[in-house]
């Protein structure tokens, strides 16, 4: 089957049709008339003054709260870093975003896993492990409509974790780049709005609500911390890009981000509609969380699926997945992430029925 045919439920990133092309050249038009010293010249290692201000009154924190980088991934990565050394213990959901994975590892940390549950990790076990001796540095938390498992973290929970970041003296890492596609179900106060310690770091981006390539993200934590990454930041790149900061904030200002999210969220309902009832037609032995937003379903696949054996076999028949092993130290044998946010309605259909079709034939060579 050639390339051109493959349908793929791979990448994290919306289709270009729910991208607001018009009003991002809109808005890059007024950025380069109204601030061309500001969008053209270098700036600091804090982000693009106007767009951090947006961000701080949408947020309601403080301006020197944010530091807006170059997507929300980098902001991980200077938090990480600043924070964690080779040996100290981090806390991470099972399963988590590979590159997560990735850059802790790379750093040498050592990490206690926690499963997830269907309304979040399982606060109980981290709890446990907490009373049991456990003194993590960091806990990365993925909120809002998870990546990989689709799941929103209950609003008890958020309220549990904060106590025990405080209680128990550790950084509670609101990895948060979805929260704005909520396209079912009521909206979740985040864990920095619950916070009154300063023991919460939030993350989010705008790669997920204007479009990826515009490569800007943030983060928000106490005024301290926040200088100590800037300084990291300078030495890094002296500035982010302050052109792509600059477009992002008057997309934001003129009222455009809204209309932007309203048209995405959409579009994924619509999506995420059609990926669970193409689910229970052509593979009714998958088990799944229904998502009320995001880009992602985890799906556990039929007794005695491989997703190594899978993810092959979907490539031959023309439809790209992620297996669900990315994304665990231990397990996912059984699971995939399948990401319905750049495939039309029709391209999903038609791609989960060539799914049933991999796993039809992995069936077959096993017999």
């Known amino acids: 089957m050639g390339s051109t045919d493959t349908i793929s439920f791979a990448r994290g990133a919306p289709s270009l049709d729910i991208v607001a092309v018009d009003d991002l050249r809109a808005a890059a038009d007024r950025a380069f008339s109204e601030d061309p010293a500001g969008a053209f010249s270098y700036g600091n290692a804090w982000g693009y003054g106007p767009l951090r201000e947006w961000i701080a009154e949408r947020q309601e924190v403080d301006t020197n709260r944010v530091l807006a980088t ?43 896993t926690i499963p997830l549950e269907a309304d979040g990790i399982d606060v109980g076990a981290l709890e446990a492990a907490l009373e049991e001796g456990a003194r993590p540095k960091l806990a990365h938390i993925i909120s809002s409509f998870h990546n990989p498992a689709g799941c929103t973290l209950s609003l008890e929970k958020r309220r549990r974790l904060v106590d025990l970041a405080e209680r128990h003296d ?113 593979l009714p032995g998958a088990r799944f969380v229904s998502p009320e937003g995001g880009y992602f379903l985890w799906a556990e696949l039929p007794d005695g699926t491989d997703s190594r054996a899978l993810q092959d076999a979907a490539d031959e028949h023309g439809v790209k997945i992620i297996k669900g092993t990315d994304f665990l130290i231990e397990g996912g044998e059984d699971a995939c992430r399948l990401a319905y946010s750049g495939v039309t309605p029709d391209q999903i259909d038609e791609g989960v029925s060539r799914l049933a079709a991999a796993v039809e034939s992995l069936n077959g060579a096993k017999a």
């Not at 997507?71 to 099972?94: I, P």
């Open 70 to 112: 170059n997507g929300s991934l980098q902001a991980d990565d200077f938090l990480f870093r600043h924070l964690v050394s080779s040996g100290d213990l981090v806390v991470v959901e099972a399963p988590t975003y590979d590159r997560t994975l990735l850059a802790l590892r790379n750093i040498g940390a050592d990490l206690l």
């Open 170 to 282: 550790f950084v509670l890492f609101e990895d948060d780049p979805y929260v704005e596609l909520r396209f079912e179900g009521e909206d979740v106060p985040t864990m920095l709005s619950l916070d009154q310690s300063d023991h919460v770091v939030y993350a989010s981006s705008f790669s997920k609500t204007v479009c990826p390539g515009i490569r800007v993200g943030y983060l928000i934590g106490p005024p301290d911390l926040m200088g100590e990454i800037a300084a990291m930041a300078t030495t890094t790149y002296i500035s982010p890009s302050m052109v792509s900061q600059a477009i992002v904030a008057e997309f934001c200002r003129s009222g455009a981000i809204d209309r932007s999210i309203e048209t995405v969220k959409a579009a994924l309902r619509k999506r995420r509609d059609t990926l669970v009832d193409a689910l229970g037609r052509h």
